[in-house]
């Protein structure tokens, strides 16, 4: 099986660094690319077309929302994983306006941030 | 057989002369003073000796007399039969207050200009207390507004910082327990406990500091889900009714918000309550909110004794121009109730 292939992106350094290191402690999965804000993970999506993009959804550039509409029409294979500080009704809204499925709140923990990351990299692109 | 038939003349002349509180007394066509009373002595400072014959325009002051304001008056009263004042008189000392005047014509049968009747209340100290009262308002909402601004900084700044590192450092904990041998595992594990529980006490924090239904999906739904978690949490039954056909503005409901914290904590804190119903409705042009519950009934009581979460509840609904009662009844419970207009405070509108 090959290596599940990874963008973190989130504008927070500390929680970049440490997804970065859970995800890359797993043999089944690689960290390909780190992005700090909206417009660098776009064309860091583009440029290593991964299996799964983990996104915060407050960054600076617009916002995962807008950074999911982009990997979407630039690299339609990428799942799209969002990570988010919020829990609440309108974030998730705003993000399944732009075909984000996936949602996981900041603070779950590290298994289920892997299990997610798995199971969208696993499933046949849509 | 006095009794039977209209006072006389003498007896009408005695009730004006001898009232106090107001200044009645009559002009001649000409605006001169004819007669004086006690309540006009007593306002204005000068006898009726003094200030018979004299004209009335005595009363008013430099800039009033140059703009031919007392003049102006008595041509108002001419046509209009009446005219109403309020504005700043001269006593004899040369002292200003703030009356009420009402000039009235008075025309015989033929539809001649007999004089004018004047009666002139001091309103300064009502005045005074108004202005109090605006003045204290417009602090409260000052205070209530800057609040609000500090507890959305706070709250911004746990939600961005504090609880991002956080979430960052319950990450590492985990995956450093992942690598170590037991019993430093668990040991690390429960260090990761511990972040976790701190984590979920800063988020209930926030929201309580800064609910982020209130800016997104409006009031009904912030304070439903404040009733739903904080109720929950305490073991009471509640229910949330809305009945809202127009949105208060975000002062507005930021308010009702507020108010609706303080009135469930004190039913947590002091009601022995096992349930809490919240109606919300829009009534003229406001938002009425009742807020019931089952306890002992004792937070009317509280009122009267300066109980300061009730004192904050009545001068945030007052700030906001509104209003809020509290009825509570031992054995029976108590029922919070406040109304607030839809919206905001413009200070133009005011008297």
Partial sequence: MSELRVLISDDDVMIREVLKDVLDAESDIAVVAVAADVDETIRLAEHHRPAVAVLDVRMPGGGGARAAREIARRSPGTAILAFSAYADRASIAGLAAAGVTEYLVKGAPNAAI???VRRLGRQPPS | MDDARPPGDDRYRLLVQSVQDYGIFMLDPGGHISSWNAGAERIKGYSAGEIIGRHFSVFYPPEDVAAGKPVRELEIAVEQGRLEDEGWRLRKDGTRFWANVVITALFDEQRKLQGFGKVTRDMTERRNAEQALRERRRLVGHLVEAQEVERRRIAWDVHDESIQSMVAVGMRLQLLASRLPEPHASAVGGLDESVRAAIARLRG???RLRPPELDRHGL???????VDEIAGRWGLAHSVRADLTAEPSPEAAITVYRICQEALSNVHRHARATRVDLTLATVDNGTLVRITDDGVGT??????????????MHE????????????????DGTAVEFWLPILPDVPGLEP
């Fill in chain 1, 114 to 116: 892997i299990e997610a």
């Fill in chain 2, 299 to 312: 937070a009317g009581g509280d009122a009267g004794n300066g109980h300061f979460g009730l004192i904050e």
């Fill in chain 2, 316 to 331: 945030r609904a007052e700030a906001a121009h509104g209003w809020l009662s509290v009825t509570s009844t031992p054995g």
């Fill in chain 2, 205 to 207: 924090l926030v929201s």
């Fill in chain 2, 220 to 226: 009904v739904e912030a304070v439903a889900g404040y």
